[in-house]
């Protein structure tokens, strides 16, 4: 079966801009999760939305914000950027959820801030 | 909170055994473990939900101690296709957190 797909793979934006990732999970699959890497402060949970509602956050600014549409896929959105949101987005798709499902990456999406 | 991962990097022949530790601060619900090389994605290892319970994976194993909030992951007669960052991934609390993860390099 299909993976997970992100999209874009590789964008570039200035400081106050604002970005759009996409992720298509699974199929069957109603949970998508979102992550940052960075070297400095490894893997970040961001949030997870289950059946189009967000179920889980972490402990990141209101500037980045999501949402899952009816056919699971979801986005994520970083509003007024910063230097510091330059990072590999990896985005997980799960039956079950991250409090007790198996969790499938997709190859991420990474965001360079100028 | 992060949960803390030790050791942080471990260099291992071929055949060697090793153990890499999780530890939270918070009590848990469930515990995961991912590996991921270099330029890849996390691939899934195996999550364990109950206190004391043990799983595997081919050569692969983990417990999960619930009461001392711990979890640990076993690799026997490591391959070279084990090389990379393990990392233990913990939920509690409707948070998800990642440890800082753990580099692994078997050597021939």
């Known amino acids: 079966k299909a993976g997970v797909t992100q999209t874009p793979r590789y964008l570039i934006k200035t400081r106050g801009q604002q970005v759009t990732l996409s992720c298509s999970p699974i199929s069957g699959h109603r949970s998508v999760s979102w992550y940052q890497q960075t070297p400095g402060q490894g893997l970040q949970f961001l949030f997870e939305?289950?059946?189009?509602?967000?179920?889980n956050k972490g402990n990141f600014p209101g500037r980045f914000s999501g949402r899952q549409f009816s056919n699971s896929r979801s986005e994520m959105n970083v509003s007024t950027l910063e230097l510091g949101d330059s990072a590999l987005y990896l985005c997980?798709?799960?039956?079950?959820?991250?409090?007790?499902?198996?969790?499938?990456f997709g190859e991420g999406s990474r965001l360079t801030v100028l | 909170q992060q949960p803390v991962q030790s050791p942080q990097a471990v260099i291992l022949r071929e055949g060697e055994d090793a153990v890499i530790n999780c530890s939270s601060s918070k009590a848990l619900y469930s515990v995961h473990w991912y590996r991921q090389k270099h330029g890849e994605a996390p691939v899934f290892l195996m999550i364990l939900l109950k206190g004391g319970e043990q799983k595997g994976h081919e050569k692969i194993s983990a417990s999960f101690n619930e009461k001392k909030q711990q979890s640990s992951l076993y690799l026997t007669a490591s391959q070279l296709s084990y090389s990379g960052t393990y990392f233990c991934g913990t939920y509690n609390f409707n948070k998800f957190y990642f440890g800082s993860g753990t580099k692994l390099n078997v050597k021939p």
């Open positions: 997980a798709s799960s039956f079950a959820g991250v409090n007790t499902g198996e969790l499938f």
């Open positions: 939305y289950f059946s189009e509602t967000q179920r």
